[in-house]
């Protein structure tokens, strides 16, 4: 690759220095990438625990084509990528085939960034006790229609005739960092090794990552470079983007801000992750709705949300009591917002971002959720940032926004 972007290498009076090497790395990268955008749609994945959604979407963030399957309808991973795969070609076919799709990215839980696998998943029955290279399925799966001019008994010759460390590769990521090991150049791993070899290019990452690079592509982030997301779901989840880049570790897990400690000690509630105290226990739909019976039953205080038997009240029910001026779900929401502003506070100091985007059924409650936040917030957080941070609510809200969140990774870096 270097010799090709030198015109006479030998010249050179000295070795290419690493620093110059990137530089001719990046512009060829840059240009590849340039050639990608003409085709025009992206394939975006929200992989779920009841249904997985296909969309193929534009790059104004238009979801053109969609449809789904239920995600543990199948015994085994290659039963649900193959069925997958049958759902994915009408759609495919509807937008003139696959060579007019750029790429593919999946949102999805227990997802690894690097490897492009899902590792250990507990509530998808065929990932709950393995790691399953998805990204590299899906890959292989769709590659086979793409006009390389190669049929498929030419593919596979082609493939018997590699190097076999090259068929042990992710045909995404090339040779990707496992545990820790850092990747061979010192960059990011680009799938552009794959196209090399005729891969469909496919990315995986969690769903909240997902969901920022959703934000950053198409909804409340345009334009931001430094901003932390926060999905308020049935857990909590987070991406931090800093300087325009995804954080995802060494491991790419990063960004767990759902685990951070809020309560120490034993009156730390328990958490799904096996720990206690988290931020998740207290601030998910399902903290939410244990806040909410803890209230209720220390309290004789009239409140519509007496009008459920209380192990059948939701976050929802919260947020519409709310809505109704009811005092003890506004009572709810002002301890879930002071928590929330406490762990942005702390967030702040980390990363300084320029705003907090919230995204999730309880942000639907506006400002009765969204303004405890950032009073806490301002309450909490270090003089220096004080007043700086935006506190926002998706701006994907009515779209299908993990679609669209998964199908931003589909463009590339
Ligand atoms: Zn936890």
Redesign the pocket.
Known sequence: MVEKSVANPKKLPILLSNAVIRVIFATETKIRTNMDTQKPYVIGVDLGGTNTVFGIVDARGNIVAEDSIKTQAYKTADAFVEAGVVCLKPLIEQVGGIDNIAGMGIGAPNANYYSGAIEIAPNLCWAHDCVVPLAQMFSEKLRPSLSCGLSRPQQEHLLRSLPAERHLVSPLFGRYPRNGESHPDGLPPHYEEGQERGAFPVRLTNDANAAAMGEMAYGAARGMKNFIVLTLGTGVGSGIVINGQLVYGHDGFAGEL??VTMVRGKEGRP???G?TG?L??YCSATGVARTAREILANTDRPSLLRNKPAEEIESLDVSIAASKGDEVANEIFQFTGKMLGEACADFAAFSSPEAFIFFGGLCKAGDLIMKPIEESYNQHVMPIFRGKAKFLVSGLMNANAAVLGASALGWGE
């Open positions: 759902g685990h958490c799904g992750c720990r988290c998740e226990s």
